[in-house]
């Protein structure tokens, strides 16, 4: 892996624990079970998974996973039940026959042309089964997210490579609520995120004004 990825990914790798955080609270509201027993046989869809570590621990609580990426930087070899593709996410759901219990959508809105992000959710519509949840964590569009993900994030702390976002891509809540409406979604919860540079990790917050995670209802 180049140092320009390790780089990238670093931040996503510390997210993980507060995306595994936010989706149990969100689970055991929604489907009154726990995360553990939640994924056991689940059909998961990850798009934009990165190095797929993430993905592979759901694939370990026993989900059949399937996680799409632009660029190789796969730290997984496929196997049954666990496969990680290569290949634009448009390309790939175009040929996709598979129905989902579960989306992942974390940290890949805020790459996306407006035009992509219609057309990701109007397919997804056509793949989430009956009861699915799609889970998301994007960038909120306004200047103060813009200030700490591009200014602070990228040129000062250098947490991120720079260009790494556009924030004339960013999303905000009521955006995406705008986005999923006409594809007969409905957002059920907005949680924001906080970091803490010191330590290096995330946690859930009241806040959300730079990150936040949604979870997307049928």
Do not use: W
């Amino acid at each position: 892996m180049r140092d320009i990825n390790k780089k990238y990914y670093e931040p996503l790798e510390q997210m993980m624990a507060s995306r595994h955080q936010y989706m149990a609270k969100i689970i055991k509201k929604i489907y009154r079970d726990t995360i553990y027993k939640f994924f056991q046989g689940r059909q998961i869809l990850d798009l934009g998974c990165g190095t797929g570590e993430f993905i592979h621990n759901y694939y370990e609580l026993g989900s059949i996973c399937t996680g799409v990426d632009i660029q190789n930087n796969f730290k997984f070899n496929n196997k049954k039940n666990f496969e990680l593709i290569e290949e634009n996410i448009f390309n790939f759901l175009k040929k996709n026959k598979k129905i989902y219990d579960v989306v992942f959508l974390f940290e890949f809105l805020e790459h996306l042309k407006n035009n992509e992000k219609k057309l990701l959710f109007k397919n997804l519509s056509k793949i989430l089964n009956t009861n699915g949840i799609i889970f998301v964590s994007t960038l909120n569009n306004n200047y103060i997210s813009k200030f700490f993900s591009i200014n602070v994030a990228e040129n000062l702390l250098k947490l991120l490579p720079k260009k790494t976002h556009d924030h004339k891509l960013f999303l905000s809540p009521n955006g995406l609520q705008e986005l999923i409406n006409k594809n007969g979604y409905k957002i059920y919860d907005i949680t924001g995120i906080s970091y803490n540079p010191l330590i290096k990790t995330f946690r859930l917050s009241r806040n959300n004004l730079i990150n936040y995670y949604a979870s997307i209802k049928n």
